[in-house]
């Protein structure tokens, strides 16, 4: 079960965007990271099931250095809200880890399928959320962020994400966030989130049968390196480039890309027969 050339070419483009897309949209890449990983795994020879499970798990470990060099960058353009992405992330990290203990337990389609169905539907409300008549201050409340956080954590870890995803969503239509400050804010709460995520399927996976080489539990350092290595310069970039687009296109781009990504991992293309 060895990666192959044209594995390991993929791994690394798709750092590069995931790298691009943490800084630039405030996500973790997950939506385009994990339908990768699972299918360098297939395609050699990985249980679809403990696939689906080792590309949650390494998604969320590489997510961790590269939210943590997108937040710093975001943080110098002063878009980062500390108090909201500390409290957000602590709780989200609780809930991501009963999350992944969750999923450690679900079979791999369900899995597949319900990574699928979150970033539409988070895909979704952004699009047809009408904005605020009436410009109002963020929310600054403890209290709103571990109410949002603990649950949002949890569906993080289930479907192996960082949370960017589905947080954004909600910092800007819930709780206010001007959307450079939640893409910003985004970043910094991904680096807790991925931490309690990651330690989940790294326990949930030890001693399980199948695993493909260089594997602790269901976390994959091989494919870490190589997505963790070109993410994280590239984050930097996405940050910086985030800061000379205006709200409206960066909104827009990021729902594009869910869409995609999410059609992608249900089948929906396959169901229609479409090359995509």
């Not at 904005?131 to 209290?143: G, M």
Request: aromatic share 10%; hydrophobic share 55%; with cysteine.
């Amino acid at each position: 079960m060895e990666m192959q050339a044209v594995h390991i070419i993929a791994l690394l483009c798709t750092g590069m965007g995931v790298g691009f897309a943490s800084g630039l949209l405030g996500v973790g890449g997950c939506f385009i990271m994990v339908p990768v990983q699972y299918w360098a795994l297939q395609s050699i020879g990985v249980d679809p099931t403990i696939a689906i499970r080792i590309a949650f798990g390494t998604n969320l470990l590489v997510v961790i250095p590269t939210a943590l060099s997108g937040a710093i960058a975001h943080y110098k353009k002063k878009a980062v809200v500390w108090k909201a992405g500390l409290t957000f992330g602590i709780a989200g990290a609780l809930g991501a880890f009963g999350g992944a203990f969750i999923a450690s337990h679900l079979p791999g389609k369900v899995l597949t399928t319900a990574f699928g169905v979150a970033v539409i539907l988070g895909g979704l409300r952004m699009l047809t959320a009408k904005p605020p008549q009436i410009v109002k201050e963020p929310v600054d409340s403890l209290a709103a962020f571990i109410f949002w956080g603990i649950p949002l954590g949890i569906v993080s870890g289930i479907i192996g994400i960082g949370g960017g995803v589905l947080m954004i969503p909600i910092m800007v239509y819930m709780l206010n966030f001007k959307m450079h400050q939640a893409v910003g804010t985004s970043t910094a709460l991904m680096i807790f989130t991925a931490i309690g995520g990651s330690m989940s399927y790294w326990i949930n996976g030890l001693g399980v049968m199948g695993l493909p080489p260089y594997s602790t539990g269901y976390l994959n350092w091989y494919q870490w390196v190589i997505l963790a290595g070109v993410s994280i310069p590239w984050a930097v970039v996405g940050a910086n480039t985030a800061h000379l687009l205006p709200a409206k296109q960066l909104k827009y781009l990021f729902i594009a890309v869910m869409f995609y990504m999410g059609l992608k991992m249900t089948g929906a293309f396959s169901a229609l027969g479409l090359p995509l």
